[in-house]
């Protein structure tokens, strides 16, 4: 008898099987990629009929860019878990500066007009003097170096003209010392944004500059890169460089600075003969802010880098939104003066991303773009005549396109610590647990 073929039991398996299996490995090759040039055609020509539809009617792609919005690591940011609430000594601060620079504003000059001249004109010429002074104590400092002196003397006789020209300043014990009042308790906030009311009283700690500011640059004991210093002095206007030398502390030097009339204090961390951080001090009385320094590229190592003019630049500040970002980028906005020289067409980016703040610097140009080579990216008939002062009305549809030339130097910063005073308490500082979670920024 014939044998009875058993019926065919169903798979069991979660899977299911390919329609067909070619066992030739070669025609199953070449058919796997005909298959991959099909999809890939279809798309490609999906794509430019999306084209020419969008191109005729440019709401469409407007929706669809609404619709499709990529999800990047800022768009995901979360809140910091444990904000940063400012200290009560720091807002204490903060609100007596306020009411100082409320109240000289608020004084009425009209009384006295011909007294507040003269000492005007006497401070003038004071502080005159104190920079003849300065300067030629610092020449004389330089063109006295011996050949056979070591380098360590030569940096101490420089700071050294800034203590010993510095009999005109008050005596230590006549300055007046910030008054200490009572810590209250401190308030809890729970989101990580403050009041409106506090932010502003914190903000004032570093306001926006009326006149140019004046910086002094030094650098750590016993530094040897003193041209990476210079480099420095060109990204900063109006800022001077003394190497520092293994006398004086950070104190100290705020002290004779704060005599000359400088605003704030740079001081250039180095180690190997390398740049690792920063620390910038807002005199007269803080506060003060650590940065870490890496990435640093001279711009002689920049393909097709320009030259920089010495104008006073433009200044951008990107994505500083937390109070701390906020103070933060105050105090950047408080090294440049408040009137850049548009002439000279430089412009100054930080940038922040993910807590890192970018440096670059730039000089952009404007240019024209021919009507013949704008018909494959739109319909564009505005031409570059029609632009306003300074270009703000440059875009795509207007026919302009906008060169950049970097400068240099570039580097990146991070903030590690902020300090109340002149180097006398920390307020927020850096640690390495915040960076557990990737979507957490804290400035």
């Known amino acids: 008898m014939p044998s009875k073929r058993l019926p065919k039991l169903s798979s069991t398996s979660t899977t299911e099987a390919a329609p067909f299996n070619i066992k030739n490995k070669h025609r199953r090759s070449t058919h796997n990629v005909a298959l991959r040039s099909t999809i890939a055609r279809a798309k490609r020509q999906a794509r430019f009929d999306r084209r020419k539809a969008e191109t005729r009617d440019p709401s469409l792609r407007r929706e669809r860019l609404k619709q499709n919005v990529p999800q990047t690591l800022d768009s995901k940011r979360v809140s910091v878990e444990n904000p940063w609430v400012p200290s009560a000594e720091l807002l204490e601060r903060a609100k007596r500066k306020r009411d100082e620079m409320e109240g000289t504003e608020n004084d009425s000059p009209k009384e006295e007009d011909e007294d507040e001249e ?80 506090t932010l502003n009283a914190l903000l004032s700690l570093i306001p926006h500059p009326t006149t140019p500011p004046k910086l002094l640059l030094t650098t750590t004991r016993m530094a040897r890169r003193h041209d990476l210093y210079k480099t420095l002095t060109t990204l900063l206007p109006n800022a001077t460089y003394v190497p520092r030398g293994s006398r004086f502390t950070i104190p100290q030097i705020a002290s004779f600075a704060t005599n000359r009339a400088y605003t704030h204090l740079i001081v250039g961390l180095e180690d190997s003969k390398h740049l690792h951080g920063l620390i910038i001090i807002l005199l007269p009385h803080g506060p003060t802010f650590h940065f870490s320094l890496t990435n640093f590229a001279d711009g002689k190592a920049i393909q097709g880098r320009g030259v920089n003019t010495n104008h006073i630049p433009e200044l951008i500040l990107n994505n500083f939104t937390t109070p701390i970002g906020r103070l933060t980028a105050s105090l950047f906005q408080s090294l440049y003066p408040p009137q850049p020289q548009f002439q000279g067409r430089q412009v100054v980016t930080l940038h922040n991303q993910r807590d890192y703040i970018f440096f670059r610097m730039h000089r952009y140009v404007f240019r024209a773009v021919d009507t013949e080579s704008k018909g494959s990216r739109g319909d564009r008939t505005t031409g570059a005549e029609q632009v306003g002062v300074g270009g703000q009305r440059a875009g795509e549809d207007l026919g302009i396109r906008v060169g950049l030339q970097e400068l240099g130097p570039q580097f990146t910063l991070k903030l590690r610590r902020v300090e109340r005073g002149v180097c006398e308490g920390v307020e927020w500082e850096w640690k390495g647990r915040m960076e557990k979670d990737r979507k957490m920024f804290h400035l």
Request: no cysteine.
């Open 118 to 197: 003269s000492s005007d004109d006497d401070i003038r010429a004071h502080m005159k003097d104190k920079a003849k002074d300065l300067s030629t104590n610092i020449e004389g400092a330089e063109d006295s170096e011996d050949e056979e002196a070591d380098e360590d003397n030569d940096q101490d006789d420089d700071l050294g003209s800034l203590y010993d020209s510095d009999s005109d300043a008050e005596p230590s014990s006549k300055r007046p010392k910030p008054s200490k009042a009572p810590n209250p308790p401190a308030k809890d906030f729970s989101s990580s944004t403050l009041p409106e009311e």
